[in-house]
């Protein structure tokens, strides 16, 4: 082979040509920001298993998502945790809950901000499941009604989009129905389409107080093991009447993040979930690594195998630096 006429090393030398063939771009609007919302007023408790988060009362929640929107942010996701707890779920669709509250504070303090909500039983439920329990085991078609109705309570509050992770059977289309029914035909659902079993979550079970009381939930969530079962799962919600799907957790997945991106050109979602900020986190406080370097590498990593959105808890640190 002669000299090399082809020296990619020519792009790589001049920072400003070097910005101007980069391939993958990070910007405000790739981010989403996770709140979790409490009952009550000027309640702020910092969250110990998820370092720089808080539970947040709707008038605080509406100050984070005011100060997030004023450094280039552009939504949030709502999780709600509720005064009580039953067997069904039923605060969930309470429109005087934490997350009908905060999505109308949020929406008076910061019009132009998107908020998603998440709908799931998990939070709301004492025995920390996400769907209906009978006999200990979780039942799927009765849970359907109960998402619905807590999907249509957030939209009825003035949500944008709501987003289902219960990973229930035919709970897309159980929503799309209801909202259509009431009126509601033009607000997107974000389906956590491929959502793991997945060990990552550990800090938010204890965030979201929505660990199980017995058993697991290997028995909805998909098996980490299993690749191209992703695709029958998207298929299915897109199928439904999904408008955005997602792979969660992220950094873990990303071969699962790219099949997806193969396979359909419909909007796509990845959620950093917590244990993968935690451990970015522990890592730089140990020394091992640069923080901000660490953290704008990863959903770099994650923005490059296909996603178009991001969910993350490190949102509002990384905004000041795009």
């Known amino acids: ?21 980069r391939e993958t771009k990070l910007s405000p609007l790739d981010l989403i920001y ?48 509720p005064d009580s707890k039953d067997e069904v779920g039923g605060s969930g669709a309470d429109p005087e809950g934490p997350v009908p509250l905060a999505i109308k504070a949020i929406k008076a303090a ?3 901000l998107a908020v998603i909500t998440d709908v799931c039983l998990c939070e709301y439920t004492s025995h920390g499941h996400c769907g209906i329990v009978e006999n200990q085991k979780v039942k799927n078609d009765p849970t359907l009604p109960h ?3 807590q999907a249509l309570a957030h939209v009825r509050a003035g949500a944008d989009m709501v987003a289902p992770s219960d990973m229930m059977d035919g709970r897309v289309l159980a929503i799309r129905r209801t909202l259509d029914e009431a009126g509601f035909e033009d607000r997107p659902i974000m389906a956590y389409s491929v959502k793991y079993a997945s060990c990552f979550y550990g800090p938010f079970r ?8 017995f058993g697991d939930r290997r028995g ?103």
């Open 147 to 149: 998402l619905a109705k």
């Open 110 to 112: 910061a019009p132009n």
């Open 220 to 322: 909805y969530q998909m098996d980490p093991a299993n690749r191209l079962e992703a695709r029958l799962e998207v298929e299915l919600d897109l199928a439904e009447g999904a408008d955005i799907v997602m792979v969660k957790p992220a950094g873990p997945y990303l071969d699962v993040l790219r099949e997806i991106r193969n396979y359909c050109d419909r909007p796509l979602a990845a959620y950093q979930v917590s244990g993968e900020m935690a451990m970015l986190k522990a890592a730089a406080a140990a020394g091992a690594l640069d923080f901000k370097a660490a953290a704008l590498e990863s959903l770099i990593g994650i923005k490059r195998a296909g996603a178009d959105l991001i969910l993350t808890y490190l949102a509002p640190e990384v905004l000041p630096w795009l």
């Open 206 to 213: 204890d965030a979201a107080d929505s660990a199980p009381s």
């Open 34 to 81: 996770p709140l979790f919302v409490v009952s009550g007023q000027k309640r702020k408790t910092p969250i110990l298993s998820l370092p720089g988060q808080f539970h947040l009362s709707p008038d605080e929640a509406a100050n984070v998502a005011l100060s997030f929107a004023k450094e280039g942010g552009r939504a949030v996701l709502l999780f709600g945790l």
């Open 1 to 21: 082979m002669p000299w090399p006429i082809h020296r990619p090393r020519r792009l790589r030398d001049n920072p400003i040509l070097r910005d101007l063939v």
